[in-house]
Structures are given as C-alpha cells and as structure tokens.
C-alpha cells in the first residue's frame, strides 16, 4: 500500500508560481508512476502530469507544458509539481496519485491509479 500526502497549495495572483509536494510512502516499484490531476468545480478530474516512480520519463497534459514542472526527489522520495505562469483556468484542488505501471495512455486515466492523497486547493486570481 502506498500512501501519498500533500502540501504546498495556496492563493496566488496570475503570472505567479506555486509548487505542490507530494510526499509517498510504503511500497513502489521503480516502474509505476506517480501522478497529479486536478478538479475544479463541477468538472471532471483531470490529468495534469505524471513521472515514473524511476523518474526517466515525464508526460504533461497539453495546456500546462512549458509552464509545469514534475520532479522526483530520490533522497526523500518526494514528487513535485512546479507550477509556473499560473493562469486563473489552473485554480482547482490537486490530487497526486500512484499506482500504474508506467504506460504513456495510462498514466493520464485516473482510473488506472489506486492510491491517492487528501487534495490541496490552489487558487488563481486575476
């Protein structure tokens, strides 16, 4: 079982960065992934980004490449999500997740992950 945690959401103005923690524990395979999604208010849970738990591969939804940044950090196995040039269209609750192995189409289902952290509300104003 694996259990996930974040941390780091907040308020900020449009332009501005944010950067989201998501501290895992218990067992994982270095061919898994790790993944952020997102649900903003009345939509559907949406894909943002996702590494291998080995951190050789990365895929992006398409509206945040060049704006977001995931990275793993193997000494506190940590994943982050650097979010940069924040847009009012960003704000939403941010979940990570774990679970797959790492396949490019699977990776961005939600469905295909079995552990998932407590959600963190980030908030972009104009």
């Known amino acids: 079982q694996v259990q996930l945690v974040e941390s780091g959401g907040g308020l900020v103005q449009a332009g501005g960065s944010l950067r989201l923690s998501c501290a895992v524990s218990?067992?994982?395979?270095?061919?898994?992934?790790v993944g952020w999604f997102r649900q903003a208010p009345g939509k559907e849970r949406a894909f943002v980004a996702a590494?291998?738990?080995?951190?050789?591969?990365?895929k992006y939804r398409d509206s945040v490449k060049g704006r977001f940044t995931i990275s793993r950090d193997n000494a506190t196995n940590t994943v982050y999500l650097q979010m940069d040039n924040l847009k009012t269209e960003d704000t939403a609750v941010y979940y990570c997740?774990?679970?797959?192995?790492?396949?490019?189409?699977?990776?961005?289902?939600?469905?295909?992950?079995?552990?998932w952290g407590q959600g963190t509300q980030d908030t972009v104003s104009s």
């Open positions: 218990g067992r994982t395979f270095s061919r898994s992934a």
């Open positions: 590494i291998i738990w080995s951190g050789t591969a990365t």
């Open positions: 997740a774990a679970g797959p192995l790492w396949h490019p189409m699977s990776v961005i289902n939600w469905k295909m992950y079995t552990s």
